[in-house]
């Protein structure tokens, strides 16, 4: 390894992309200015038939040698290239990262430090300023208040792929499980970092300090949640019937690698899994039982609604029913 990139605090930034021409550059230029200098940056193209490829190539002749790598992604989207991301990575601590956000100089020190002061696999987020496509600030992100954790994790994504980054024990944690993931055709790599995280026992830190413009634009994979448009959709969603089919991929791609797993949340994912599969009014009682929960009284509530409506409901060999 390079001289400049000493193992024991550099961090891997890992950029799915795919068509981001009108945004990346921004970006990348935003890396580049972190204070936090010891980083490596490997960009997964999704097969960009812009200029996406010879914007990272001239960010990377101006890089130290080795500092940016690009490879090609595996073309199913943004959760599997970013997967495929995470069995590139090297050992040690990594970040996801978003083509058309712009981070904050101190975004990488500050997650860091945090990092630092922990024992074992942690997990570190933030809030996000959310912006327009030409960066004028909308709002901040919300800031959650119930606990973080797994009986949370099951049900809600909220440790923002975009801000999160991971110590190396956590790192390796999330390599060791992505191919499950991979094989699940999960749905979003961020909701299943929390809940690998959480389950496996990691310190879970939520930073109130937003590090980044969360850019907004007609392209955006993932739109904002905060409004109360957007926190409808989400509802709508969760009681159409997709969410149901969401949390059953999830769960097979956990209990796939359930020995990464604390045991009390092994019995936690295994009752879950049974409620999945069962009628609408014992799926809810069950889940009620679990303590499952999302961070918002409205989200719980439908959460519940969704559950007793038979709308999370699975249809599978009883021999999924633990």
């Known amino acids: 390894m390079d001289q400049a990139f000493p193992e024991s605090d550099c961090i891997t930034i890992l950029l799915a992309s795919y068509r981001g021409a009108g945004f ?14 010891n980083w490596r940056l490997i960009l997964s193209d999704d097969g960009s038939d812009d200029g996406t490829p010879g914007i990272v190539a001239a960010f990377a002749a101006s890089r130290p040698a080795g500092q940016v ?41 500050r997650a860091a430090a945090a990092l630092s002061r922990r024992d074992g696999p942690v997990h570190y987020a933030a809030r996000t300023i959310i912006t327009d496509a030409a960066l004028v600030p909308i ?3 919300r800031h959650f ?51 690998v995280t959480s389950g496996a026992g990691a310190a879970l830190i939520h ?50 690698v359930r020995s990464e797993l ?7 994912l295994d009752r879950f899994g049974a409620a999945l599969y069962q ?24 959460l519940f609604a969704a559950a007793l409506l038979g709308r999370l409901r699975q249809r599978g060999p009883s021999s999924a029913i633990r």
């Open 24 to 37: 990346i550059r921004a970006q990348l230029d935003s890396i580049a200015a972190q204070t936090h200098r």
């Open 69 to 109: 790598q690009m490879i090609d992604g595996p073309r199913r989207g943004a959760t599997q290239n970013f997967l495929h991301l995470l069995t590139a990575a090297p050992e040690g601590a990594i970040a996801f990262c978003d083509q058309d956000d712009v981070w904050f100089p101190d975004k990488l020190a």
């Open 139 to 141: 709002a901040q992100s």
């Open 145 to 195: 208040h119930r606990p973080l954790g797994f009986r949370n994790a099951l049900v809600q994504a909220i440790m923002a792929g975009n801000t999160s980054v991971f110590n190396a024990e956590a790192a390796a944690l999330l390599r060791r499980c992505a191919a499950a993931a991979r094989a699940r055709n999960i749905e979003s790599h961020d909701w299943w970092a929390y809940q």
């Open 207 to 256: 930073d109130p300090r937003p590090a980044l413009f969360y850019r907004q634009h007609a392209y955006s994979v993932m739109g904002r949640n905060d409004t109360v448009p957007a926190m409808s959709q989400r509802i709508g969603k969760l009681l159409a019937g997709d969410y149901g089919g969401w949390l059953a991929a999830n769960h097979a791609a956990l209990e796939a």
């Open 262 to 268: 604390l045991p009390e949340n092994r019995r936690i």
């Open 279 to 302: 009628p609408g009014p014992m799926a809810a009682a069950r889940m009620a039982r679990i303590g499952l929960y999302r961070q918002t009284a409205p989200g719980t509530a439908a």
